[in-house]
């Protein structure tokens, strides 16, 4: 929200050759052009506007070598549009789970991904980078409880299939969509304890709530980036008897 509003406040305030500079600035990312940029956008937003703001930009000039630095970074794995996407995270996030559920079973497993030529390098790259079979401590306690799996220790590969030949995929496909959905749903607004949807939502987002040692919920895995979503996806829980 608070970037959104900023957004629209910068928009409303600065004229429309700067805001090009500014775009222009993003499409091909250098540091001589960021700096001219900021400093134009710095003297544009002179007083009596925020001096937040402008020591912010300010701020950025000083540091502009290494944003320029991550917002073009990249090597043989991967442009930058595949490292800074959320799929390496989301992709991680599951394959967590999974390697705890295949630890408890006692059972090995391999993650079989749709075809995709974007992060094709990438995934099959860094799944096996984290994966350790002996790994005497795999998890690391978090601040607030959460067990967070920093090795993969029954992880036995990672391939690729097309989902139009794979049922098992297109399957994943449908549950992935049907949950994305749910969660999507979740996060605008509460729902009733007793409808259809609060129901699938109490089989589907369970599998995305990071747990404790004792499998209790403790938030709302990837999707609970604030309080808010997290109280939310908790409704869809169904609570244990006493």
């Known amino acids: 929200m608070l970037r959104r509003q900023l957004t629209e406040h910068l928009y409303s305030r600065l004229p429309t050759h700067v805001l090009e500079l500014f775009a222009q600035a993003y499409r091909e990312p250098s540091v001589p052009g960021f700096e001219q940029v900021l400093d134009i956008l710095s003297e544009a937003l002179s007083p009596p506007e925020d001096p937040r703001l402008i020591g912010a930009f300010r701020s950025a000039r000083a540091a502009v070598a290494t944003i320029v630095e991550r917002e073009t970074y990249g090597n043989s794995l991967g442009k930058h549009a595949a490292w800074s996407a959320l799929n390496l995270p989301a992709l991680g996030h599951l394959t ?14 391999v993650v079989v991904h749709d075809n995709n030529a974007e992060f094709e390098k990438l995934f099959t790259y860094w799944l096996p980078a984290i994966s350790r079979r002996d ?38 496909d449908m549950l992935a969509s049907t949950v994305a959905r749910v969660a999507r749903e979740a996060t605008r607004s509460p729902f009733a304890a007793h409808t259809e949807f609060a129901e699938l939502a109490a089989l589907t987002t369970p599998a995305l709530m990071m747990t404790d040692e004792n499998e209790n919920p403790l938030m709302g895995g990837a999707f609970a980036h604030t309080d808010l979503i997290a109280r939310m996806l908790m409704m869809a829980i169904p609570q244990k008897k006493s």
Do not use: E
């Open 96 to 109: 967590r789970s999974a390697d705890r559920l295949m630890q408890v079973q006692g059972k090995r497993y």
């Open 135 to 172: 790994a005497p401590h795999p998890d690391l306690l978090l601040p607030d409880g959460t067990l967070f799996r920093i090795a993969l220790t029954n992880f036995d590969g990672i391939s690729m299939a097309a989902s139009a030949t794979d049922p098992l995929l297109r399957v994943a």
